[in-house]
């Protein structure tokens, strides 16, 4: 079993839409979670972290589940812009190594 | 403020060469991370350092790989000899401190004929 699992979608949805992607972890001890967004022919940029009450940034949401081990993160009033893969980032602490595992993203397409 | 500088930006060779890139953390960044990034495998990460220092190189495919970091900014991981199979985008990345965000370089585009 992969250490962060996300479906590939792609997901093609019109513009204005709300989109919910879901990633799931493998790891209990994990303590950081984050969404990253990658354009195409680009490198991965932070988008926001997820934090245990979940949280907000504009038209993004975050949430964490602990007991079911996944990450959700909500687009909403979906735009062309927001076009890009979302990858799904958890940390991974063993013994001295602390790093960050990333999913394989969710493909987006959001359609005029 | 600067970020995370790559270069080359795109490197095309044909195998058996060796190959070098290379990166800048951002300054006062104390961890710096190597990922190679392929359709196939998506992110994977080869090694990453801690002031310095290789903390976990788990992540290196073979002997043909090494990384180094000689000073708080400056790293290089060499390819020798390349192989087909090589051809990827590299991609540094440092961060501040343990489980927190990293800040990606531009990457490197890697062709090997």
């Known amino acids: 079993r992969k250490e962060v699992e996300q479906d590939p979608g792609p997901f093609n949805v019109p513009e204005g839409a709300t989109v919910a992607f879901n990633c799931t972890y493998s790891n209990s001890a994990s303590q950081s979670f984050f969404w990253y967004r990658q354009d195409c022919r680009k490198e991965p940029k932070l988008l926001m972290s997820?934090?245990?009450s979940g949280n907000e940034d504009g038209r993004f949401t975050a949430q964490l589940n602990r007991a079911s081990q996944y990450i959700s993160l909500l687009i909403r009033d979906s735009k062309l812009s927001d076009s890009a893969t979302y990858l799904c980032v958890v940390n991974s602490q063993s013994g001295a190594t602390n790093k960050l595992i990333f999913g394989t993203g969710t493909l987006l397409a959001v359609q005029p | 403020d600067a970020g995370v500088i790559q270069s080359p930006r795109h490197e095309v060779t044909e195998m058996g060469q060796e190959v070098t890139l290379r990166c800048k953390p951002i300054s006062g960044h104390d961890y710096l991370f190597w990922y190679r990034q392929t359709m196939m495998r998506g992110l994977e990460l080869l090694i990453y350092f801690n002031n310095n220092v290789p903390i976990d190189d788990s992540g290196m495919p073979e002997d043909r790989f090494s990384a180094k970091m000689p000073n708080a900014s400056f790293s290089t991981l060499k390819i020798q000899p390349s192989e087909p199979r090589d051809s990827a985008v590299y991609f540094c990345?440092?961060?501040?401190?343990?489980?927190?965000?990293?800040?990606f370089g531009d990457g490197t585009r890697l062709s090997i004929l």
């Open positions: 997820v934090y245990s």
């Open positions: 990345a440092s961060g501040w401190a343990r489980g927190q965000p990293q800040h």
